[in-house]
């Protein structure tokens, strides 16, 4: 099935949840959000998040500076 990552198209397995794909994108254990379809997915819910195909994710990432 196809979905789009931060503006790139993606193939993945159906039953692909959010929290595989982050750990597909190699950025498990950071500090992330992600958004689906413009609607924020708490991160307690990854593990369960099943995606659609032609779904829109944006996952961004927090980083500290000063």
Partial sequence: ???I???QSSDVAAD???EQLIES???TGKRLAMEVN???IPR???TTH???PGDQVEIV???GGG
């Fill in 44 to 46: 307690s819910s990854f």
């Fill in 16 to 18: 692909l949840t959010a």
């Fill in 50 to 52: 099943c995606f659609t």
């Fill in 1 to 3: 099935m196809k979905i």
């Fill in 61 to 63: 990432r927090a980083i």
């Fill in 25 to 27: 994108l190699g950025l």
């Fill in 38 to 40: 413009r609607d924020i």
């Fill in 5 to 7: 990552v931060n503006g």
